[in-house]
């Protein structure tokens, strides 16, 4: 009996946390860009996943992302953003604000950056799920302490890969409808347009970096 407790006990813990898996929803798409929202979650802000090819390798793509100084050239809204610890090549911890519309205040967040790659695949993955506590909270700012993001590289071919991006972001409750709606539908959208042109920049063209394979 005390088994069979048991197994019916993982069943419904098993249903729970398929139930749990995102529900991706197509939303748009523009210039190869695709964008996605699970409309099954909870969150005030639904989750974002964005899926782009590119004419590029795995070090490219992770050259950019970890050019931390560069993030105001690409991503959407963002007015600063710097490295506070560089734990080693593959690891770090960067600050950075994102600029908002008046009357909002700006928002901040600290993001912990960790990359991989899956050494038989190739596959590339790049998370920076924000962190608490290493940097202060500043006047004027609202910090952001709850936010995901994790990025997938796959390459495909000779010099392309298969790039997805899934965010997922709990502001405060505070935060306007409008300026959430902003975010989550021309935020993923600006941001993938600017980083193909990001990818034409000299910087990145021939990056190699040790600890990616391409």
Known sequence: MKHKLILVLLLLTGFKLARAQEEWTFSSEKEGIKIYTDKASNLR?????????????????????????A????????????????VSPEELYYYSEVSVPWPAQNRDLVAHVTVSQNPETKVVTFEAPSVQGM????????????SKGKWVITPVGSNQVK??????????????TWLINMFATEGPMQSFRNLKKQLQKPAYKNVSLPYIKN
């Open 45 to 69: 802000v639904k989750p974002v996943k964005v899926e782009c090819t590119f004419n590029a390798t795995a070090s490219q793509l992770t050259a950019i992302l970890m050019d931390i100084k």
């Open 71 to 86: 993030y105001p050239e690409w991503v959407y809204h963002t007015k600063q953003s710097t490295v506070i610890k560089q």
């Open 135 to 146: 940097v202060p909270a500043k006047e004027g700012l609202f910090r952001i302490n709850h």
């Open 163 to 176: 790039v997805v991006y899934v965010l997922q972001i709990d502001p405060d409750g505070s935060a306007p």
